[in-house]
């Protein structure tokens, strides 16, 4: 388990540990602030080289609600390397090992619906998150000898920091089988059924009721 807080993610792998019998391991790294590939090389890479990786989860992702005007550089800096840079450049850093294995390996990306949907006040996510989905599927195309590569398009996911409410949202248990149900066999989905709805119903959507849904939002978060 790769992220930022250390007693989070021990307390997850405790968690883990003992319903499953199985080991983990934790590494802290901020993908806001790695800028290289040797980075991720050294930080992550080289901390899981003994270990036989069979899928690898490329999920850490967000981004505050907020149009280019109001965001400071520092943020868009930092949503453009976790949603898109992180996926590419940590790929990368674990390719060696990966395509060494004898058996395939999963490689899955949590994206979001809006990589399909440009939108208001997301503008720096949405086009990161659809950056590192196409970057999943051309990857796929070079690397299907060893890789299953995926982009999971996720809907909106009731987890604790869930940005605001909607009809179609999944639990996470919904959410995850929906995901897992299409890893081997696509190359994007969007999952669970009703992630799939929440796409159509957005995609479809006319531009200007889209754009009052997120400057609506957009307000009642300040
Ligand atoms: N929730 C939704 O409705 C929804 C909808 C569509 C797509 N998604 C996508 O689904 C993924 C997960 O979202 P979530 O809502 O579950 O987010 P979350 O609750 O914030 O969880 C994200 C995970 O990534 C880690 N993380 C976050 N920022 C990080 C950073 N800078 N460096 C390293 N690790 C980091 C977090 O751990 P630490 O905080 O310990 O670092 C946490 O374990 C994201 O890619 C998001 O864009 C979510």
Known sequence: MVAR??????????????????????????????????DYTRIVANQV???????????????PLATIYDLGDDQIQAITRLNYVHPIYLTKALLPQLTRRSKRVAVVITSSVS?????????????SKAGAAQFIEALHEETKQHLDAYSWDCGVVATKKKPFKVGFRSSPTQA??????????????????KHELEAISTINL?????????MSRLLKNN
């Open 176 to 193: 995850v089988a929906g995901c897992f149900k299409d890893i081997g066999c696509e190359r994007r989905s969007f999952g669970s059924w």
């Open 49 to 63: 080289i003994e270990l036989d990786i069979s899928m690898v989860f490329l999920n850490a992702g967000g981004s």
């Open 206 to 214: 006319p531009k200007w009721v889209l754009k009052r849904i997120m």
């Open 115 to 127: 990589s399909k949907v440009p939108m208001v006040a997301f503008s720096a996510y949405c086009s």
């Open 5 to 38: 807080d250390e007693a989070k993610m021990a307390h997850h792998c405790l968690n883990i540990e003992q319903t499953y019998s199985v080991k983990t391991k934790i590494i802290v790294c901020d993908f806001t602030k790695v800028v290289s590939i040797a």
